[in-house]
């Protein structure tokens, strides 16, 4: 008879993954050292998850911001640009960022494929579209909601990994910044 799953084991286990994912990379991700550094072993971690892909894609559902609470109540386009802006910074340097960096992983390995994360980075990507193309009906800041929830989400994401790569604070910060303004302004010009 099989022993029931150690659901606490189970969520420790996946809170460890996506911080060694972050500092080691997901290119050359082997279930052996993961699980060393776990303190468990490659079999346990198969029994949990089933296949490194799923105990990936299982950690980083446990690290996705609840976008829905992000824009919620926001209908003021002030505070849209404000909610935008936060949160670039949270993911970009705060908080977030090791979850970003694992994140900014999982899509270019999405980009492959038959890539078994291809669910994952499609699922991440409309949510994250379609509450901010929510909020921007809201508050009236787009005649294309979709559109331009595109062009936020995409263009933040690059900007954060032009961060991860090259390190350079200020001229990203900037940039994001710059390409709210340009995207939502408002205030006339």
């Not at 980083?60 to 609840?66: C, G, N, V, W």
């Not at 609470?69 to 909610?83: G, M």
């Not at 038959?114 to 990507?125: L, V």
């Amino acid at each position: 008879m099989a022993r029931p799953l150690d659901h606490q084991k189970r969520a420790d286990l996946l809170a460890g993954v996506v911080a060694y994912i972050a500092g080691h990379g997901l290119a050359a991700l082997s279930l052996r050292p993961l699980a060393a550094e776990l303190g468990t072993s490659s079999r346990m971690l198969i029994y949990y998850f089933g296949t490194k892909e799923e105990l990936l894609v299982q950690a980083l559902a446990t690290q996705r911001p609840d976008l829905t609470a992000l824009f919620v109540d926001v209908v003021e386009p002030e505070a849209l640009c404000d909610r935008l802006v936060g949160f670039f910074d949270l993911n970009s340097e705060g908080a977030e960022a090791d979850s970003v960096r694992v994140l900014l992983q999982v899509l270019g390995a999405a980009c492959a494929p038959d890539s078994p994360y291809q669910d994952y980075a499609n699922a991440a990507i409309a949510t994250f579209v379609t509450e901010l193309a929510a909020a921007l009906r809201r508050t009236g800041l787009a005649e294309d909601p979709e559109v331009v929830a595109t062009l936020l989400v995409s263009a933040l994401r690059g900007i954060i990994q032009d961060r991860m790569i090259t390190g350079d604070r200020e001229r990203t910060t900037r940039a994001a910044r710059t390409l709210i303004a340009a995207v939502l302004p408002t205030r006339p010009r």
